[in-house]
């Protein structure tokens, strides 16, 4: 029986398959990724292709063949050559995006066995993945080109690695062919690609696509019908009979809509699909240009513009070429295999791109109506003149004329897979054979709730030749939500909600048996909102349903009647004014702050505010309580990043001893420090759930809840004083770092005591003072994510850094040399002793291998030549402490089994998010003990079996576990050595005990155990007038200690710069001006896709490094690269200083980050920003705040 939902997204619900993947449910990830086979009737041949599981309604896939990942191979049959590539190089680090990864590549070799990077970019540019940085995915698909083909995408894309004997890799310049790097994977003995082996259309399905023979079909699910007409007059009247339902074609709008609209849910309603038959599907040419069927899809359409590109003259084609710049960049393959033209334009969302190029090629539209159509075709937004009993057939686009020039631009906040910010289209006619224009048709979407046009020109859109275009001008603005940020909660009303169909019961603080608040350092917070609701996204209650859409459902209906509160605000700027800090407020300082300000040569004052990020992890978090129905017993199988810490919280909510529960963790969908503390929140009320009902609870956030909710980075403000010399010498800083806490403490002050314990970087200044605090508002809490306060405390001090050089008019470069720790025994301002001889090693060797002089020059030149595109080189050095500063958290525990056979089980405490954590617990085992890794198991992490473990965070994990595991079986094997004397290996009696180990550095002075150390080099390009940037190269020298494993190391390092570029320059929350987060999904919130990495990405690991602090002289690597993509930051911010150098502007001005789009564009001050002044503050009010 198909539920009204699964009649939507049957296909991740009912198949049962676990391999697909729900990332966001929304089309914007590609974790849910399948092949669609399809007879196509026309062309007698089966069409293979993508789609997003996620937004596939099952009915319209009547007569389809889907394949999974499952369908493909297996670790448990034979893995298919796709999936081994990625495997072999490293391409999966989570694993959570690697199924759709592989079926976009498994599509595309079915379609094309010998693709070129073109076509990889491609078939990959609507999945997205947090962890890997995309190079080692693109490594092993690249695989599958013929080598003359392995151009373009990372073509410099090569990994050397200078460890001791082996020869330096001198990296490759520009415009050289791309190597697949045989240091970190081995190609030998990988399978071959056999098409034959692959799974044949059904014939069954040929047979029924052939006969075409099926009827009108109607599916009726319990709340929604979905039928699918016999032709077009079936279709008309059907939309007589069902004027209010909508038609679905691709489902990519109506499905987005449905999920971020709730209620749309409950209604029921009746859907008539437009798939199964062929009217007008593809595109025909006709005498004056090409006419396509509306629900010709978005790739088809591609197909099309560009066989007309290849096969007419440039001069008749010039619209569909500006057509295919716009097609090329809108959205994912997936996406556009699903998505319509019809659908695109009758969307009448003006975010939509193709309206504005349709508009200015003059298109007309063929309406199949039985009256006339209104004189607008776009009333409003997502409103068209469209009646109810009509439907769009198809879409004439003319070809161009001599003397026709089209252009089409958008501006998005990522440069591919992203909606424009705003786009255009643009047609000029000019007197033939002058320069005399005849007219002028210019389009934008994106700047109203309809289409604007410029001017006016006569004719737009035009609807069976009548009609024109909107040319309404209005602020086009998110919705507005309720806001309810500070309130006291009077009633809770569940009755509603408890008499619907499927719903069990109903949650909330009174049924918490033990205590309803999750501790943390004395700080308590509480689980379910008792009395004060003090942020939008705190929990007040649960629903507790048979299914996770009843749930959803039934939880919109529980009523919540509240009291306003005062007072209410959000900024760190509110924060300030009403002094609303948590405690501990921090300060470090070294030196005579007021006796340096006084000799030094000048004084700078100024700040820099950086904004969040959200964890994005592709996985939501989730678990599964399970009471076991004996003494209180209790199981969770849950998300944690800190097991030990999650079973405490809820023997405390339950009121039960830590002994009877029970948390395993196998692996995680990414984490990147966002499941260490809310996950032991939602652990605790799903336990609750359990325990109330006796049975299993499953709770799994959705994308939109899990970014609400969990919240992730805090936004910081850092204000500094800085006293330097004309020589580009610091003597002194003094800065204050606010970071925007949300409304509970949660991990905050150790963020904030990390930001600044990092605050002086690689620098020596010799008096420098540090004061952090945490602002309190009426926010979602913010807690740990990778860097942990590292990435805006180290940003705040280049900063300083970059802003010192540009007073000095000297390179930044040169004042950041100036300034270095350099003797070989040096304190940090935390009193830490360190030797900085190898970051000096790394950062030279970045400059060296960058050529940045060199290309600093080329650079110059290349600004002096072009007026609207600058480009910027920035390098950074690194110095990143290691480890916990709370020292007690600095231990490992593991334990290891040997059993008769042989065999060796180690369980740890670490818990395994991608970052390999088990891989190398499983070198050190082996090296160890001088057993095969074969021989070696690694468990889940239990609570059960290593109990108290720390959290894996902090880059530590591997130190931690590590050396747990190698001082545990050090000693082991001596009490072997023993028995081994009289038995042989495999007769040697199993035994098994715990280690820990205890690593933890004195606080005073030390606070880390050690650092990593790095240095990076980034160049940029911006377009000054649509204020986008290419990344166009990075290099980076990481001294990660004498590697355990470079494939592992190198993955974190991409891994993390990649995290970091998303962090410093695209990944941006909006908060409406009541505090309600308005990025709630990928459509929203840009992560780095592919298109945002480097094309040359070298990285370095640092030959000859020690570190006799850590295992086998290793270093931890997780958290310090995300700080690196700060280069990225400040290479943008030297384009545009060559910018605004040229009209006369100083090189110093405010840029927050990220660097967005907008922001480059505004900075890069001229005729056309002038034109747009920015309103005093106070005149308006804004839709987005910075928080
Ligand atoms: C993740 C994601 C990214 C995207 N990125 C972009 C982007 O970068 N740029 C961009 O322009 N768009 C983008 N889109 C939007 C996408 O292009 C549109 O959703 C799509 O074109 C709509 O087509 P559809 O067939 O899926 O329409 P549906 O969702 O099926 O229908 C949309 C609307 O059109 C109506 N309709 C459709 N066809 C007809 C018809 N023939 N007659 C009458 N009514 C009809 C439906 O009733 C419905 O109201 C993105 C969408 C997603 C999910
Ligand atoms: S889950 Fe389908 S695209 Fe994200
Ligand atoms: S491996 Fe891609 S998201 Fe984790």
């Known amino acids: 029986m198909l539920s009204q939902n699964h009649l939507h997204v049957s296909l991740l619900y009912i198949v049962l398959l676990t391999g697909t993947k729900y990332g966001c449910g929304g089309g914007g990830c590609g974790a849910c990724t399948v092949m669609v086979s399809r007879y196509d009737q026309l062309h007698n041949r089966v069409l293979h292709y993508t789609v997003n599981a996620c937004l596939q309604p099952i009915c319209t896939l009547h007569g389809s063949a889907v394949v999974t990942v499952e369908g493909i191979g297996s670790t448990k049959t034979k893995l298919h050559p796709v999936q081994e590539r990625i495997a072999k190089a490293h391409g999966s680090q989570c694993g959570f995006c690697t199924p759709g990864m592989v079926m976009s590549m498994y599509t595309l070799l079915r379609n094309k066995p010998h693709p070129t990077m073109e076509d990889i970019r491609e078939a990959l540019g609507g999945n997205l993945c947090r962890c890997t940085g995309y190079r080692p995915i693109i490594d092993g698909f690249k695989t599958f080109c013929d080598v003359s083909n392995a151009f373009n995408l990372f073509p410099q894309a090569s990994f050397a690695m200078m460890t001791p004997g082996k020869n330096d890799c001198v990296l490759n310049k520009y415009l050289i062919p791309c190597q697949i790097s045989d240091e970190l994977f081995h190609m030998d003995n990988v399978l071959p690609l056999d098409p034959s082996q692959d799974l044949i259309f059904p014939p069954e399905l040929m047979r029924m696509g052939k006969k075409r023979a099926c009827g009108s079909l109607c599916f009726q699910g319990d709340r929604l019908k979905l039928i699918s007409p016999v032709d077009l007059t079936n279709l008309l009247e059907l939309k007589t009979e069902y004027p209010e339902a909508p038609v679905v074609v691709g489902n990519t709008t109506i499905g987005t809509n449905l999920l971020l609209c709730h209620l749309c849910i409950y209604c029921p309603f009746v859907e008539i699909t437009f798939q199964l038959f062929v009217i007008y599907l593809l595109c025909v040419h006709v005498h004056a240009g090409v006419s396509v069927g509306a629900v010709c899809t978005l790739s088809s359409l591609k197909e099309e513009m ?124 000019f007197k033939e054979g002058s320069n005399i224009v005849e007219s002028l048709n210019i389009y934008y979407g994106g700047v109203g709730p309809t289409l604007v046009k410029v001017g006016l020109t006569p004719q737009a859109l035009r609807c069976s030749a009548l009609g024109r275009c909107a040319t309404q001008e209005a602020a086009c603005r998110f919705s507005d939500h309720v806001s309810l940020f500070h309130f006291k909660t009077s009633d809770i009303d569940p009755s509603e909600a408890l008499g619907m169909t499927g719903v069990v019961t109903f949650l909330s603080a009174g049924d918490v048996p033990g205590q309803n608040r999750r501790m943390w350092f004395n700080n308590p917070e509480e689980l379910f909102a008792e009395e004060e609701v003090t942020c939008v996204g705190q929990i007040i209650g649960a629903v507790v349903a048979e299914s996770r859409e009843q749930a959803r459902r039934a939880a919109q209906r529980v009523k919540v009647t509240y009291q306003d509160l005062l007072p209410v605000f959000f900024t760190i700027e509110e924060a300030i004014q009403h002094q609303s800090f948590f405690d501990p407020k921090r300060k470090l300082e070294r030196g005579d702050m007021d006796k340096a300000f006084e000799t030094v040569d000048q004084i700078l004052e100024d700040e820099i505010y950086l904004g969040g990020q959200e964890h994005f992890y592709m996985e939501t978090q989730g678990l599964i309580a399970v009471p076991k129905g004996e003494n209180g017993e209790l199981e969770l199988f849950v998300a944690s990043q800190h097991a030990a810490y999650t079973q405490e919280v809820v023997g405390i909510t339950l009121g039960i001893d830590s002994n009877k529960i029970t948390c395993h963790v196998r692996r995680l969908g990414g984490a990147f420090g966002g499941k260490v503390m809310k996950i032991a929140s939602l652990s605790a009320i799903t336990a609750t759930a359990a325990v109330k009902t006796g049975r299993a609870v499953r709770c799994v956030l959705e994308r939109g809840d899990d970014m609400l909710i969990t919240s992730g980075r805090h936004p910081f403000l850092g204000q500094y004083k800085v006293g330097y010399n004309n020589d580009g010498t610091i003597m002194a800083a003094d800065i204050t770092y606010y970071s925007n806490g949300g409304c509970t403490l949660d991990e905050s002050s150790f963020i904030m005591e990390k930001a600044l314990l990092h605050m002086d970087n690689a620098y020596r200044i010799p008096n420098l003072r540090g004061r952090g605090l945490v602002c309190k508002t009426y926010l979602p809490s913010y807690t740990a994510f990778r860097g942990f306060g590292g990435p805006q405390g180290l940003m705040v001090m280049e900063s300083v850094l970059h802003e010192v050089a540009v007073k000095c008019g000297l390179p930044p470069q040169k004042v950041r040399e100036i300034n270095m720790y350099r003797e070989e025994e040096c304190y940090t301002h935390h009193k830490q002793l360190f030797s900085p001889r190898d970051m000096l090693r790394c950062w030279d060797e970045c400059l060296d291998k960058a050529g940045y002089h060199d290309r600093l020059q080329a650079i110059q030149q290349f600004n002096t030549y072009n007026r609207w595109k600058k480009r910027g080189i920035s390098a950074v050095p690194m110095k990143f402490g290691v480890g916990f500063s709370k020292g007690f958290y600095n231990q490992g525990a593991a334990l290891v089994n040997i059993y008769k056979d042989g065999s060796v089980l180690v369980a740890h405490g670490g818990t395994e998010m991608g970052q390999g954590i088990n891989t190398k617990a499983l070198q050190i085992a082996g090296r160890i003990l001088k057993v095969p890794m074969s021989s070696i198991h690694i468990k889940e992490t239990c609570t059960g079996n290593v109990p108290n473990a720390a959290p894996s965070a902090a880059s530590f994990g591997t130190d931690a576990v590590g050396m747990a595991v190698k001082v545990f079986q050090r000693s082991l094997v001596s009490d072997l050595f023993v028995l081994s004397r009289q038995l042989p290996w495999t007769m040697t009696i199993g035994v098994g005990k715990t280690a820990q180990t205890d690593l933890g550095p004195g606080y005073e002075g030390t606070a880390y155990y050690y650092f ?103 270093k931890g690597i997780g958290e310090p690269p995300v700080f690196l993509a700060s280069t990225i930051f400040f290479a943008i911010k030297e384009a545009v200083a060559a910018a605004r150098r040229e009209r006369g502007l100083g090189d110093s001005f405010p840029l927050s980050s990220p660097a967005t789009a907008e922001r480059i564009r505004m900075a890069c001050e001229d005729q056309f920003t002038e034109m747009a002044p920015s309103p005093k503050k106070g005149t308006f009010k804004p839709w987005s705040i910075n928080i």
């Open 306 to 429: 560009e066989m007309a590109v290849r096969e007419m003259e440039a001069e008749r084609t010039r619209g569909y070429q500006a057509l295919l710049q716009t097609l090329r960049c809108l959205a994912g393959k997936q996406i556009r295999n699903m998505a319509t033209i019809g659908g695109n334009i009758l969307s009448a969302n003006p975010k939509y791109d193709l309206n504005s190029v349709l508009a200015a090629l003059d298109c007309t539209l063929q309406v199949m109506s039985k009256g006339t159509v209104g004189q607008k075709l776009f009333t409003g937004f997502g409103k068209t003149a469209l009646r109810p009993d009509e439907v769009l057939l198809s879409i004439d686009i003319p070809y161009s004329k001599p003397w026709e020039f089209v252009s089409a631009f958008r501006q998005a906040q990522r440069r591919e897979f992203a909606f424009s910010i705003v786009n255009a289209g643009m047609k000029v006619v």
């Open 1012 to 1114: 990593t150390f790095g240095a990076c080099c980034s160049e940029v390009e911006i377009d000054c007038l649509t204020g986008d940037h290419k990344n166009l190269r990075t290099d980076i020298v990481m001294d990660v200690g004498e590697s355990l494993n470079p494939a592992l190391d190198i993955g974190q390092i991409e891994g993390g710069f990649v995290q970091g570029i998303g962090l410093y320059t695209i990944e941006e929350l909006q908060f409406s001006p009541e505090g309600v987060l308005m990025t709630r999904g990928p459509s929203q919130y840009k992560i780095p896709a592919l298109c945002d990495v480097p094309p040359q990405l070298n990285v370095h690991l640092l030959a000859n490094a020690q570190n006799p602090h850590a295992i086998y002289n290793s």
